[in-house]
């Protein structure tokens, strides 16, 4: 059955739905987004992605859409709409159409285009990977320098996961003057002794919403946490690792590099900040 879709103030058939060829995404990659989870019917962790939104758009000088106040309203609707009990809704600002090419910024102006669609997700909270744990490989980080901007340039994280596919795996992690930055499409950790590792906020990483909760969560429930830096080696070498992101949560790592992490199978910390992350997100979801 077609989803019904939003784009700039039209809810749609998904077939009917389209945007100009000449949109700054499209030519450019001009555009930034969010990806909300739903659980139960209810958003998680909605405020915090329009928060996020918010910096990306006024960090690229993009103009908020018209609809801007108007999104929650919006994204329970394509719930709604879309009979969504447990999956996601992407959402994505761009720059606009000003009617030809021109790596100028268009005028004032032109309308920026937002679009929102659904992804149904059955059994989004129950994975079967979190008893398993992903296994990554490790790529070098390529990418351009402004990741904390949540834009669409996704091309080489899209080429990470393509690599890590072909060796077998579930992800990779980037590395930049020898240390993890991040996953292809999650922030990384590690846990030595009761010590969960992070990377540090910056622009070489996105801050995650998610990233946010867990180590609020961590800290509520006493355990220790650094951020900084850390090597793959340090990160095989570990008790413990795992990942965070709106579509996966917390999931454990249990390979790099061909490398067993701890015993091989999911560790005690991430199992229990995944458990703690799904109770207290469906409390609070909206």
């Keep these: 059955m077609s989803r019904t879709v939003y784009v700039n103030g039209e809810y749609l058939p998904e077939e009917k739905a389209t945007v100009s060829i000449f949109d700054r995404s499209f030519l450019m990659a001009d555009g930034v987004y969010e990806v909300t989870s739903v659980l139960g019917g209810k958003l998680i962790d909605f405020a915090g992605h329009a928060k996020r939104l918010e910096r990306s758009l006024n960090e690229l000088e993009m103009q908020k859409p018209d609809a801007f106040d108007d999104l929650l309203d919006i994204h329970r609707e394509l719930v709604r709409l879309n009979d969504i009990d447990e999956g996601m809704i992407y959402l994505q600002v761009s720059r606009g159409s000003a009617g030809d090419r021109d790596f100028a910024y268009p005028s004032a102006d032109v309308k920026p285009t937002l679009v929102l669609f659904t992804q149904n997700k059955p059994g989004l909270a129950d994975s079967p ?37 072909a060796a077998g795996c579930d992800d990779a992690w980037m590395i930049e003057d020898g240390h993890v930055t991040e996953g292809t499409s999650n922030n990384a950790y590690i846990v030595k002794g009761n010590t969960i590792i992070t990377r540090h906020l910056g622009t070489e990483i996105l801050h995650g919403i998610t990233r946010a909760a867990v180590l609020r969560f961590a800290k509520e429930a006493q355990m220790k946490i650094e951020e900084r830096s850390f090597t793959i080696e340090e990160a095989q070498g570990a008790d413990e690792a795992f990942i965070t992101s709106a579509s996966t949560f917390v999931m454990p790592v249990v390979e790099i590099d061909g490398a067993a992490v701890g015993a091989g199978t999911p560790g005690p910390i991430a199992a229990r900040l995944r458990e703690i992350y799904l109770e207290e997100s469906r409390k609070v979801a909206i």
């Design 129 to 165: 990977k979190a008893l398993e744990g992903f296994k990554v490989i490790s790529i070098d980080d390529q990418r351009w320098g402004r990741r904390d901007i949540k834009t669409t340039q996704l091309l080489y994280p899209s080429m990470g996961k393509m690599m890590a596919k």
